[in-house]
């Protein structure tokens, strides 16, 4: 099998790789690709971002959020972990053998001394901890296999930022289901690297086949992609389905409770409630934030043009009216 030289560590020009190859490149044949993000929380394409995403800890830690074109739950990737995508010409998905992609995994696996184990078609598991994980898409004949090997990654930042307030949303959308995880590295002899693995993963995997060299102008176009469409708030955010967002909190100036609407990642309908002390009518700013983008940057970039003080008083600032605008 064919594979791509890729280095990259942006999640939105991953994402615009996949949909290239899937859906517009010129293939004949299977290939596939290993890729690692610098900070990456990815979610499934019917997930409600929102709600699977600790918006405040994502965006303090420079944590990229990026939609993929598949189902599945939410995952967190950093350079810990390797993701892994095939892309193949089928007639038939439905009699596609995924043991073709899994198989060659677990035997690189097993020649390094890994006990790991394909647990269902989408699994691997080490002593019942998952650490690999994978989605399909299929179009127009071509299918798109991809999917993660969990080989060092940071659990702490993981469970903080794939970890939001449930309770404030009420939503239909897909909600991720939590596994029990586990490290490929701590089944591995020590001194053994995420660089080895993925060279005896290319090894098994290819058998003996050449690396396939995209043109410049294929780049261009995933480049293109990945700027005009996926690393774009409409995409990441303003897919997600519709949802109701509640919050409440007390400052300084009193208790401030939202409840929202929120439909393609906008403000469709909003009431603010609490015993702040404002002198100005409060359903001004109600209305005002009807359409805006549900997120802490937009709020805070019309409050900036509006009387904020007349609907909050003295001492609620701008800033901690917009952090109600994330989980």
Avoid at 31 to 40: D, R
Avoid at 189 to 195: E, S
Avoid at 267 to 275: E, L
Wanted: aromatic share 10%.
């Amino acid at each position: 099998m064919k594979y791509i030289s890729y280095q990259n560590t942006d999640a939105y020009y991953n994402v615009a790789l996949e949909h290239y190859l899937l859906e517009e490149a010129d293939l004949t044949e299977a290939v596939f690709f290993f890729s690692q993000y610098g900070n990456a929380v990815i979610v499934g394409k019917n997930q409600n971002s929102f709600a699977e995403v600790n918006q405040a800890y994502a965006r303090e830690h420079h944590i990229q959020v990026a939609r993929r074109e598949t189902g599945g739950g939410a995952v967190y990737d950093d350079l810990g972990n390797i993701s892994f995508s095939f892309v193949l010409p089928v007639e038939d998905p439905g009699k596609v053998n995924f043991k073709k992609f899994v198989q060659p995994m677990v035997d690189a696996l097993h020649q390094i001394g890994v006990a790991v184990i394909a647990d269902g078609r989408n699994d691997l598991v080490i002593k019942g901890k998952k650490v690999s994980g994978s989605a399909q898409r299929y179009v127009n004949g071509r299918l798109l296999h991809h999917g993660t090997l969990l080989f060092d990654i940071n659990t702490e930042v993981m469970s903080h930022v794939l970890t939001p307030a449930k309770d404030k949303f009420i939503s239909k959308a897909a909600k991720s289901v939590q596994s029990r995880v586990g490290l490929i590295k701590d089944a591995l002899p020590a001194g053994f690297t995420i660089l080895d693995l993925k060279k005896q993963l290319t090894k098994e995997l290819a058998a003996g086949d050449n690396e396939l060299k995209l043109s410049s102008a294929a780049w261009a176009r995933v480049q293109q992609l990945r700027d005009d469409t996926f690393v774009s708030w409409d995409w990441n955010w303003g897919t997600t389905p519709a949802f109701q967002f509640n919050q409440h909190k007390r400052f300084a100036g009193g208790r401030v409770e939202l409840h929202a609407n929120i439909d393609r990642g906008r403000i469709s309908a909003i009431k603010i409630q609490g015993d702040f002390l404002g002198i100005g009518d409060i359903s001004q700013l109600e209305q005002a934030l009807i359409g805006q983008a549900f997120s802490h940057a937009a709020v805070e970039k019309l409050c900036q043009t509006l009387p904020f003080k007349n609907y909050f008083g003295e001492n609620i600032s701008i800033q901690e009216f917009a952090d109600l605008f994330q989980n």
